[in-house]
C-alpha cells in the first residue's frame, strides 16, 4: 500500500519508503551521539504517523505532532531536537523527489518549543554584535588586535581556550576558502573552522600591523602600542570583551556569549544545525539546539 506525499508515492511502511528516508537523514549526520537522537526522533514520529490514517505530510500535520510532544510533557530541548529530525527528514524527502519543495519549506517554519527559565547565558542580536565590533580604534594597534579577536569570537564561534592556541599556521585556505584548520576542542576532537571574509579581513590588519610572521596569532600589546610576548591568556580575552561591552549597555558579556551569538545568527541566517554543531565542535546536536534561543527574549541589555 502506498501513502501519496504531495503527488510522490512513499511507501508507508518502514522497511521501505519510511526507513529509506530515515536512512538518508541518519547517513547525513556525522555525530554519534546526534544520530542516536535523531533515530530516536525519527522512529517516533514515524510510529506516531504510521498508527493512524493521517493524510499526506504537510506542515499542519506537523503542528498537530508538535502539540501532541507538547501534551507529553516533554522537554523543551526534547521536543526542538524531535522537530529538528523531522525538518531533515523532509528536507531529504524534497531532494529526493518525494515530497513537494513548498511544502518541505512550509514544514520547516514550525515553530520549536520556547526555552523557559534562567537563562544559560547572553547573546547579541546582529545590530548589537556590529556595534561591539566597532567600538575598539582602529587607528591603535591594540584596538586592531581587539577588532580581530572580537571578530574571531562572533565569526568563527571559538571558545577562549581556543582563541589563544591559534597559530599562524592555523590560517590556511581550503577549496578557495579560509579556514581555522586542525583546532583541538573539547574530547581532544579536531575540527576545521571556516573563517568569513569580513574576518578574514580583521585579522590581517591586525597581523599586517603587528609585524607577526609565525607562532601564536594573538599577542599582548605594551603600553608603547608594540605587539610583545608569545602569546595571550584566556583572561586577557575574557576581560577584552567586558572593557568593550559595559560601555555599549551589555551587562555581563562574556567571550562564551559571543560564541552563542555566532550560532543564533548562523541559525537565523538559514543555517542546517548539523552545520552548525560543527562549527561549534559539540559532541551532541541537543548542546547545540540550546543555543538557538527564542530571539524574541531579552539581550545582554537586560531589555
Keep these: 500500500?502506498?501513502?501519496?506525499?504531495?503527488?510522490?508515492?512513499?511507501?508507508?511502511?518502514?522497511?521501505?519508503?519510511?526507513?529509506?528516508?530515515?536512512?538518508?537523514?541518519?547517513?547525513?549526520?556525522l555525530s554519534?551521539?546526534?544520530?542516536?537522537?535523531?533515530?530516536?526522533?525519527?522512529?517516533?514520529?514515524?510510529?506516531?504517523?504510521l498508527a493512524f490514517s493521517r493524510g499526506t505530510l504537510s506542515?499542519?500535520?506537523?503542528?498537530?505532532?508538535r502539540a501532541e510532544l507538547d501534551r507529553q510533557g516533554l522537554a523543551s530541548s526534547t521536543i526542538n531536537v524531535r522537530l529538528a529530525a523531522i525538518r531533515k527528514l523532509v528536507a531529504e524527502a524534497a531532494d529526493n523527489g518525494l515530497l513537494d519543495p513548498v511544502l518541505a519549506a512550509g514544514i520547516a517554519l514550525v515553530k520549536g518549543a520556547k526555552q523557559l527559565g534562567v537563562r544559560a547565558g547572553n547573546w547579541l542580536n546582529r545590530e548589537e554584535a556590529r556595534l561591539l565590533l566597532l567600538a575598539p580604534d582602529p587607528k591603535t594597534l591594540k584596538g586592531k588586535r581587539d577588532r580581530a579577536l572580537l571578530g574571531v569570537l562572533i565569526g568563527c564561534g571559538l571558545r577562549r581556550a581556543e582563541l589563544v592556541t591559534l597559530t599562524i599556521g592555523h590560517l590556511q585556505q581550503r577549496e578557495a576558502r579560509w579556514v581555522w584548520?586542525?583546532?583541538?576542542?573539547?574530547g581532544s576532537r579536531l575540527r576545521t573552522v571556516p573563517v568569513p571574509n569580513w574576518v578574514k579581513i580583521l585579522v590581517d590588519d591586525?597581523?599586517?600591523?603587528?609585524?607577526?610572521?609565525?607562532?601564536?596569532?594573538?599577542?599582548a600589546v605594551d603600553k608603547a602600542g608594540c605587539a610583545w610576548g608569545s602569546g595571550i591568556t584566556e583572561k586577557v580575552v575574557w576581560w577584552t570583551v567586558l572593557a568593550y561591552a559595559k560601555p555599549l549597555g551589555f551587562v555581563n558579556l562574556a567571550p562564551h556569549d559571543l560564541r552563542r551569538t555566532c550560532?543564533?545568527?548562523?541559525?537565523?541566517?538559514?543555517?542546517?544545525?548539523?552545520?552548525?554543531?560543527?562549527?561549534?565542535?559539540?559532541?551532541?546536536?541537543?548542546?547545540?539546539?540550546?543555543?538557538f534561543r527564542?530571539?524574541?527574549?531579552s539581550g545582554p541589555g537586560g531589555e
Design 1 to 29: 500500500m502506498h501513502r501519496e506525499l504531495s503527488g510522490a508515492a512513499v511507501v508507508s511502511h518502514p522497511p521501505d519508503g519510511w526507513a529509506r528516508l530515515r536512512d538518508l537523514v541518519l547517513d547525513s549526520v
Design 294 to 297: 527564542d530571539t524574541a527574549e
Design 263 to 291: 550560532a543564533k545568527l548562523c541559525r537565523s541566517s538559514g543555517g542546517d544545525p548539523e552545520q552548525i554543531q560543527l562549527l561549534l565542535g559539540h559532541a551532541s546536536i541537543q548542546t547545540t539546539e540550546r543555543y
Design 59 to 65: 506542515k499542519a500535520l506537523v503542528q498537530a505532532y
Design 206 to 219: 591586525w597581523i599586517a600591523a603587528s609585524g607577526i610572521q609565525e607562532g601564536k596569532v594573538f599577542r
Design 181 to 186: 584548520i586542525d583546532l583541538m576542542g573539547k
Design 32 to 49: 554519534p551521539h546526534s544520530r542516536r537522537a535523531y533515530a530516536k526522533s525519527l522512529d517516533d514520529f514515524i510510529s506516531w504517523y
